[in-house]
């Protein structure tokens, strides 16, 4: 399980040991940008798809299909509408999400072609805030695929 920032940061070097990586969005990213969304003093913090998450989990993936290992992911980014395209178009295997989430996920998945889902990705990728990549995926989910997602 790649839970916390320092095995995120050694993913290459953790890939070489064993079979699998699995991503734990709920720890790291509580972790990574140090805001716990439970903690009512705090959780106004947390942001729904902050970029450094965005690349971390980018770097997790390539560190794990350069060893030939899978990459997934689970907790709730997995589950997340609008991280959705772009987790796919990071070339995750698995997204571990609840029953009740996965025909919204199943749908959105379907409705794109691989390679929008890379370069979704990738623009998400250049943006500096969780606004910005939010306002972002909103817009192509809207436009191009004509999906409203909360």
Request: glycine share 4%; hydrophobic share 45%.
């Amino acid at each position: 399980m790649i839970e916390v920032p320092s095995a995120a940061i050694m993913a290459d070097v953790i890939a070489e040991e064993v079979d699998f990586l699995s991503i734990g969005t709920n720890d790291l990213i509580q972790y990574m940008v140090a805001v716990d969304r439970t903690n009512v003093r705090v959780a106004h913090l947390y942001k729904r798809l902050p970029p450094s998450i965005l690349r971390i989990v980018k770097n997790v993936v390539e560190a794990g299909h350069s060893k030939g290992i899978w990459v997934g992911m689970c907790g709730e980014m997995a589950a997340d509408p609008l991280a959705s395209l772009i987790l796919l178009g990071l070339d995750l295997d698995s997204l571990s999400v609840s029953p009740a989430t996965l025909p919204e996920i199943k749908k959105i998945i379907r409705s794109v072609n691989y390679t929008d889902a890379r370069q979704i990705a990738e623009k998400a990728l250049q943006m500096k805030t969780s606004e910005q990549i939010e306002i972002y995926i909103r817009n192509v989910m809207s436009t191009r695929y004509k999906m409203k997602v909360n």
